[in-house]
């Protein structure tokens, strides 16, 4: 069993920045992969982003591109979503998950483990 617990949520005037935090207390992911994942009053969650823990790269969908950024600690046992330039439309509970897959996914069902959520609020 891994427990996520995320940190860092909160309200932000749009144009602003918020970084969020999943950490997983006493675990090294080695060969683990990351998602972000929000979901919005109404609509269903949607893959954010992700990162490979072993190489490090990272994957974003298109309307985070260039705004968004995906990292980990060097411990290897917290990973970091850094927005920036927040719109409004970026408004949602953010979710980071975690698969022992080497690879990311889109796919919610893809990833075993889950954090509680954290608000992220954008006031325009």
């Known amino acids: 069993q891994v427990q996520l617990v995320e940190s860092g949520g909160g309200l932000v005037q749009a144009g602003g920045s918020l970084r969020l935090s999943c950490a997983a207390p006493?675990?090294?992911?080695?060969?683990?992969?990351a998602g972000w994942f929000r979901q919005a009053p109404g609509k269903e969650r949607e893959f954010v982003g992700g990162?490979?823990?072993?190489?490090?790269?990272?994957y974003y969908v298109d309307n985070v591109k260039g705004r968004f950024t995906i990292s980990m600690n060097n411990a290897k046992n917290t990973v970091f979503l850094q927005m920036n330039s927040l719109k409004p439309e970026d408004a949602a509970v953010y979710y980071c998950a975690v698969t022992s897959n080497r690879e990311t996914n889109h796919s919610s069902s893809y990833y075993p483990y889950w954090g509680q959520g954290t608000q992220v609020t954008v006031s325009s």
């Open positions: 990162i490979n823990w072993s190489s490090g790269a990272t």
């Open positions: 006493g675990r090294i992911f080695g060969s683990y992969s």
